[in-house]
């Protein structure tokens, strides 16, 4: 008899850490077909994907520098998602983030000023709430639905930048190139590791880490975003606020995202481009519900995520493949993983016999 | 064309389980023809389960099923149909833009004109004594039409054995005597009937044997007429039913009101919502005031501007504890010392998927130290919800086990321990005890009482009559947004509420006594909300 999916009495815990391995598990099996259909050797594709990055230390510090904007986005998109409130413009706000930290740094330009950075950390994360406040306002106001006017506002960001490198922020010694001048020594953030792209912005990961934990897992306002987003009705009879709830929603993501943004100009890129960010803010999503939505379950997630960014490129480089292998890996990982997510409510059962073996421990329930 | 004494219907072993549960334990039932059979139970007893292995749309984990002595296999409803089994459900499957003769077209198995279906619902109707009119569409239609329109599909389909799954919840008394009369001439036809309630008085009225499950077994199958129905409802509980503690002497009128509602003009904020219209009411400390109506009528409006869900303009026209708070939020009433039971329990009084901790954080967020400096207080919360849990005898494996994975008596027991343990001045309670076990409903009622005894100020919307009986010192009838006067419990009868609710406000003693209510079928129960009758 085939196997069939059984409705589970109450949701299983165990499923809710295990699927996001299933969902790993289940994309490297695809992918090992996708390569042999490829006409590729598939283990050794997959071994330079996903292993040959983690063998050096530039690869391990290169994963930090990449995971760090990821994780960034994603704690602060969660803090929304599990509120119900769906913002899907964190790539719009770390633009904005990036554009405002850059401003700054570009106006001051070559002097020497130990107060610069701190500006520029608070000018990005007030650059991504700014934008994210947009959408925040609609919704409350008017009604609009945040997924379109936030996923919309992310190109009209990514315009925006190409407007300013492109006019009136280009670098007059820079050929004509669209891109700033490159950043004072001031407006860089220190590196971690001598040598390496590694730097400090990832600490600033690590705290955001540990702020959103305490705000998700443990304040009031967090339990009124999470009862708002199982069950607004009964957020209403407690006398929780929707309004509150969005603003707050938007705001975490588009300061989080913001100081994405900041990170990433000031510390590897170190001046204002038009491809500043290769799709975090959207990526972040991903990394968001990989990591369930949970802070530490974030941080894991972003890394291997990050890996997926590394693995692509090494591919590239080793066997020729296109860089588009990191977004066919990436889609993978999100469909294997909500196709597994129905395992939380569901198990599969093998054979035609109901579940007997519990039968008599409650028989008036039904 | 059958032998007599063979069943119409008889089912052998019937068990089915799902998930943690058996539901139906080898249940034995046989329906003669042309018999009126009352299958009794309490909520979660098995009967709808049973019922819908009877029609085809669950399968039987094992067991029997005979057809006018032959086995069969019913496997879906079309089959259940096409052997001669037709059920009206409990809750209608209506689509409301669509008119009476379109909605049972789509129920057909094969393609009909709409004129030729539009003359066979006329047919049936008429000859029923059904009024129902095919070109109508269905939102006009109150619930008393639109389950004449469920039973005319039924009949359409030449049924010899017609199941009602708790047809009269949704009635005032006066439709539930007219459905009587239909089912006695159906019956009278030689069709029989599974009529599935535990509502012992119509059973008692109605038919002629009744089986009463309890705990997915059959417990006993009896003549109703020959029994009490105290010890119908012995068989259906296990036990005695516990008796409510004497009532006090009725509280002093001189006290200031707690709650009190004036002149109160709400318009519905939904389309298929009531407009409220000239409300009043005042609830004095230690009394209770019963609301009596059917489901729709204003109840859901009225309890979201008492919760403070909904915010009215005049900010006068509700005062809890004597201060203006028609413009105060849920939290700012809170404040004033008002505690709300809201209609649902899953979904609006309690988080399903969050603990019992977090769901007593809830309500209760205010109350002593569960918050300290906008963080949650882990232990004091479980703190709380434990308290609740013990003083209110809510099975449950811990203050961490999921709301959803209650029972629903155990949920309603945790909802309402959860107000009364912050020791409100005024409590609001919708539907207290709809789909509770006759256990948790006489702990809930005695929880209800006792704190009205302590001087609270209580106020029950309910739509079973014997419950208001049972506790209210006054009772108001609402129906289509209005409220009518309350008055003293004795001295309103069951048959001038049943009116009341029927809308007839401005009736004279004539319309009190035209309609006599029989040992009345007095208790109705909500047409929406609640979690479902099955595991």
């Known amino acids: 008899m085939w196997p069939r999916l059984e409705a589970r009495p109450e949701r299983s815990r165990v499923m809710v850490y295990l699927t996001p391995l299933v969902a790993a598990g289940l994309t490297a099996v695809a992918g090992l077909i996708l390569f042999a259909a490829l006409g590729h050797d598939p283990v050794r594709a997959l071994t330079i994907f996903f292993i040959s990055p983690l063998t050096t230390s530039f690869g391990l510090t290169e994963l930090i520098v990449k995971a760090t904007p990821l994780v960034l986005c994603a704690l602060g998109l969660s803090v929304g998602f599990r509120g119900n409130v769906w913002n899907i413009g964190a790539e719009g706000q770390l633009i904005l983030g990036a554009i405002f930290a850059g401003g700054v740094a570009l106006a001051v330009g070559d002097a020497e000023a130990p107060w610069l950075l701190p500006v520029m950390v608070c000018a990005g994360i007030v650059g991504g709430m700014l934008w994210a406040a947009i959408p925040a306002l609609l919704r409350t106001r008017f009604n609009a639905n945040e997924i379109l ?63 959103v934990w305490v705000l998700l897992m443990h304040s009031f306002i967090g339990f009124q975003v999470k009862v708002m987003g199982m069950a607004p009705r009964a957020g209403g009879y407690a006398g929780f606020s929707q309004a509150r709830v969005v603003w707050l929603g938007l705001l975490c993501g588009g300061a989080l995202s913001g100081l994405a943004g900041m990170v990433e100009v000031a510390g590897p890129i170190g001046q204002l481009h038009p491809q500043i960010s290769p799709g975090y803010g959207f990526t972040a999503i991903i990394v968001a519900f990989l990591g369930r939505l949970h802070p530490l379950g974030i941080l894991v997630a972003g890394l291997f995520m990050a890996l997926t960014y590394l693995g692509g490129d090494t591919l590239q480089i080793e066997m020729g493949l296109p860089r ?23 198990r599969i059962r093998f054979g035609s016999g109901p579940a007997r073996s519990r039968a008599s421990t409650r028989t008036g329930g039904a | 064309m059958t032998a007599p004494g063979v069943p119409r219907l008889e089912l052998r072993g019937i068990c089915k389980s799902f998930p943690g549960v058996l539901v139906n334990d080898r249940v034995d039932l046989a329906v003669m023809p042309g018999e009126s059979h009352a299958l009794l139970g309490e909520n979660g007893a098995g009967k709808s389960t049973l019922m819908k292995i009877v029609n085809g749309v669950l399968a039987a984990d094992s067991g029997e099923v005979l057809w006018d002595g032959r086995p069969v296999r019913v496997t879906s409803p079309a089959e259940a149909r096409r052997l001669g089994i037709g059920m009206v459900f409990q809750h209608f499957a209506l689509f409301e833009s669509l008119t009476v003769a379109e909605n049972v077209a789509l129920g057909l198995d094969a393609a009909e004109s709409l004129d030729h279906l539009s003359e066979r619902i006329r047919a049936v109707s008429d000859g029923y004594g059904l009024a129902v009119a095919p070109d109508r569409h269905v939102h006009e239609l109150s619930v008393g039409e639109r389950q004449r329109v469920e039973i005319v599909r039924c009949l359409l389909g030449d049924p010899r054995l017609i199941i009602l799954d708790e047809p009269t919840s949704v009635l005032t008394p006066r439709e539930a005597l007219a459905l009587f009369d239909v089912l006695r001439r159906l019956r009278g036809e030689g069709r029989s009937i599974l009529y599935i309630s535990h509502k012992l008085d119509e059973i008692r009225v109605l038919c002629d044997r009744a089986s009463v499950l309890r705990g997915g077994r059959l417990v006993a199958t009896v003549d109703p007429g020959q029994e009490t129905a105290r010890s119908l409802a012995r068989m259906m509980i296990g036990t005695d039913v516990p008796d409510l503690t004497q009532r006090r002497a009725a509280a002093g009128v001189e006290t200031a009101p707690l709650l009190v509602v004036e002149n109160l003009d709400v318009d519905r904020d939904d389309p298929h919502g009531t407009d409220l219209r000239d409300v009043s009411l005042a609830v004095r400390p230690g009394e209770i005031l019963g609301i009596a109506g059917v489901a729709g009528n204003g109840q859901n409006a009225l309890m979201r501007v008492l919760s403070g869900e909904r915010l009215v303009a005049r900010a006068d026209a509700v005062r809890i504890a004597g201060t203006p708070a028609g413009h105060l939020r849920p939290r700012a009433r809170r404040d004033l010392g008002l505690a709300v039971v809201p209609e649902e329990r899953l979904g609006q009084g309690a988080v399903p ?46 203050s961490d086990s999921a709301a959803g994975s209650l029972s629903g008596g155990n949920l309603q027991k945790f909802i309402i321990g959860r107000e009364i343990l912050q020791a409100p001045r005024v409590l609001v309670a919708a539907h207290p005890t709809w789909g509770v076990d006759a256990g948790s409903a006489a702990a809930i009622h005695q929880a209800l009482v006792d704190l009205r005894d302590r001087g609270a100020a209580v106020l029950v919307i309910s739509q079973d009559l014997d419950e208001l009986y049972t506790l209210s010192d006054r009772i108001a009838v609402i129906a289509g947004g209005r409220l009518s006067e309350s008055q003293p419990t004795h001295a309103v ?23 006599r209510a029989e040992s009345a079928p007095a208790r109705m129960g909500p047409s929406k909300g609640g979690p479902a009758d099955v595991a």
């Open chain 1, 149 to 211: 006017v936030s996923l919309m506002l992310s190109y009209v960001a990514s315009l925006l930048l190409g407007y300013l490198v492109h006019g009136p922020w280009r670098d007059p010694d820079g050929f004509n190139f669209p891109e700033t001048a490159l950043f004072g020594e001031s407006a860089l953030l220190p590196a971690l590791v001598e040598g390496t792209r590694l730097h400090a912005g990832a600490l600033f990961a690590l705290v955001a880490v540990g702020v």
């Open chain 2, 493 to 515: 009868t069951a048959e001038d509420v049943g009116l009341l609710m029927g809308g007839l406000f401005d009736s004279e003693g004539g319309a009190g006594t035209a309609v």
């Open chain 1, 324 to 346: 588009a292998m990191t977004g066919v890996f990436q889609g993978m990982i999100l469909f294997f993983l909500l196709a597994s997510d129905v395992l939380i409510h569901h």
């Open chain 2, 353 to 398: 998927d969050l603990s019992l901790a977090e769901n007593a954080l809830l309500s209760a967020y205010r109350h002593g130290g569960l918050v300290r400096r906008g963080l949650v207080h882990r232990r004091q919360t479980h703190g709380f919800a434990s308290r609740v849990i013990h003083a209110f005898n809510v099975i449950a494996r811990s």
